[in-house]
């Protein structure tokens, strides 16, 4: 396999941060990262598969659902937060580069960016997506669903922190319809997708989409019942019931004073310790599969809170 896939726009680029020295003892994630090339390492040890980044730089489907636009700048942006952070990983690091939608073309960037993650699933990576607006979710899905473990089987679940179910049913796609395009493609595969979200703002979701979410089953926890102990409950009854685990953080999920650059900042939102603590259940379940992060925008980012929030969670998944 080829160390760039020929689906990816823009290659990796150097990376940078605060130089403490070159020693092991003072690395940080701007040394540690390296440019993807190919299979990894065979390893028995969740804890330790190598993860290999893409960035999905793309705010076309925030553009198709009238939110605010800026979403396709996150990439770069993430990385750069990441860079200066200390690396206490066990894990080696690689990027990919970056998948660019241009021209209105989502459809075509999300079916590149699915093959790219089906790829380096394929070649043993713990795959990680940097969107981009939540019509990441639905590329991530592409690679995900096309991967040979869940194709040979592995009972795949969604599990989405959100405020918002992004059910919509429209004549187009956008950032508020993945999960529906999922339930849509996992029907016609003759399987049911198994999807919950954590942080459903009930103000910010219509009657329709609850009535949606029931149709499909889908399990959801409130924004205002997402203590921490409800949550971690929730998590595991979820985790329970499949084999592999696709991850997508929606940064609305958090208060607007948290993640302020967002497409839709939440009035109310999860707070970020409950959210950190659902990504240390998810690595510590042996179950993660594949995960992404989504709806940063730069354009709104004050002192740059929100793309420190996502450094820090992803962080915490790939610790």
């Known amino acids: ?18 130089n403490d020295g070159d020693a092991a003892a003072h690395r940080r994630w701007w040394q540690a990262v390296q440019p993807y090339s190919g299979p990894a390492e065979a390893t028995t040890s969740q804890a330790t598969r190598p993860a290999a980044l893409l960035g999905f730089a793309s705010d076309e489907g925030v553009r198709r659902n009238k939110g605010r636009q800026g979403a396709a700048a996150a990439p770069a942006t993430i990385r750069a937060a990441l860079g200066p952070l ?3 990983l066990d894990r080696a690091v690689s990027d990919a580069g970056d998948v660019t939608v241009t021209g209105g073309s989502l459809e ?11 790829a380096m699933l394929d070649a043993g990576h713990l795959t990680v997506v940097l969107g981009g607006g939540h019509e990441t979710a639905f590329a991530s899905y592409l690679g995900v669903a096309a991967s040979a473990g869940v194709q040979g089987g592995r009972r795949l679940g969604v599990l989405n922190l959100d405020a918002h179910f992004d059910l919509r049913d429209e004549p ?13 493609a996992e029907a016609a595969a003759g399987r049911e997708l198994r999807y919950a979200v954590v942080g459903i703002s009930e103000p910010n ?3 329709a989409l609850f009535d949606t979410a029931d149709e499909l089953a889908v399990q959801y926890l409130l924004d205002e019942d997402c203590s921490a102990e409800r949550t971690e409950a929730f998590v595991a009854g979820f985790l329970a019931d499949i084999d592999v685990l696709y991850l997508t953080i929606d940064l609305d999920v958090l208060p607007a004073s948290v993640a302020p650059g967002v497409s839709a900042p939440a009035a109310y939102g999860v707070p970020l310790p409950v959210i950190s603590a659902v990504c240390r259940q998810v690595a510590a379940s042996g179950k993660l599969l594949h995960l992404d992060v989504a709806e940063l925008n730069p354009e709104f980012d004050i002192d740059g809170r929100t793309a420190k929030v996502a450094a820090r969670l992803l962080n915490t998944l790939l610790r």
């Open 205 to 207: 979701n219509t009657r």
């Open 172 to 184: 187009v796609p956008s950032s508020g319809t993945p999960f529906l395009q999922m339930a849509r």
């Open 1 to 18: 396999m080829p160390a760039v896939s020929p689906a990816v726009d823009t290659p990796p680029q150097p990376w940078t941060g605060r």
């Open 108 to 118: 075509d960037g999300q079916e590149r960016a699915g093959r790219t993650v089906a």
């Open 86 to 88: 200390a690396f206490h």
